[in-house]
């Protein structure tokens, strides 16, 4: 499924941004409230600004009955995301059958997404292992800064053409309410583009 690199996606991601307007601008915050600025940003990006971009978790968390493959794909077919054509989603049928998610603005970044039991496992491929300049410094590294990418985390995971890859993932409730699961969605596609500009220099025949 992934042929190309990080990178490349992360170009795409970048061109489509500038193509509707907007513009990277860098902050620092403390490290608790890098989740409430992420709200700000994906309100901004809405044109709505934002007041109090916290989230009534106690009353939006979960919903009264889990979701399994075939009802979060049907959701998800109807969510605003999906019908405004920024994202696109097809089921890939097998033993256990997993949701393609397609991230048209995030440079067409692949996602899969499975139900299993009372678990919902959003993830990615980044790049291959063999791509890597030194893998035991890399895989240090990761390690140690791996908190500075909310709500994902790293992992490695065999893939096409039978290499190990780096893979980002992130979980959550089955129970989760459909905006959790767009958000976990979206956080992800986001940390695989900050993944990507991190650590380029550490890749192999770097441009």
Not at 48 to 61: C, N, Q, S
Not at 143 to 148: A, M, P, Q, S
Not at 170 to 196: C, H, P
Request: aromatic residues 10%.
């Amino acid at each position: 499924m992934v042929e190309k690199k990080a990178s490349y996606y992360q170009s795409r991601y970048r061109d489509r941004l500038r193509q509707q307007g907007f513009v990277k601008k860098e902050v620092w915050i403390p490290p608790k409230y890098t989740q409430a600025l992420k709200a700000c940003e994906n309100a901004l990006r809405e044109g709505v600004l934002p007041i109090d971009p916290k989230v009534d978790k106690e009353k939006r968390m979960n919903q009264v009955n889990n979701w399994d493959t075939q009802t979060l794909f049907e959701a998800l077919g109807q969510s605003e995301q999906v019908v405004d054509g920024f994202v696109e989603i097809e089921m890939v049928e097998g033993a256990d059958p997993d949701i393609l998610i397609t991230m048209k603005d995030f440079g067409d970044l692949p996602i899969l997404l499975g139900v299993s039991g009372s678990q919902i496992i959003v993830n990615t491929l980044l790049w291959p292992m063999d791509e890597v300049n030194d893998t035991a410094e890399f895989n240090d590294m990761i390690l140690r800064t791996h908190k500075l990418f909310p709500l994902s985390t790293f992992s490695i995971t065999r893939g096409p053409n039978d290499r190990d890859y780096y893979e980002l993932f992130g979980s959550l409730s089955s129970g989760s309410i459909l905006e959790s699961v767009i958000f976990e969605i979206e956080t992800l596609a986001d940390n695989a583009m900050q993944a990507a500009e991190a650590y380029r220099s550490d890749f192999k025949n770097v441009a």
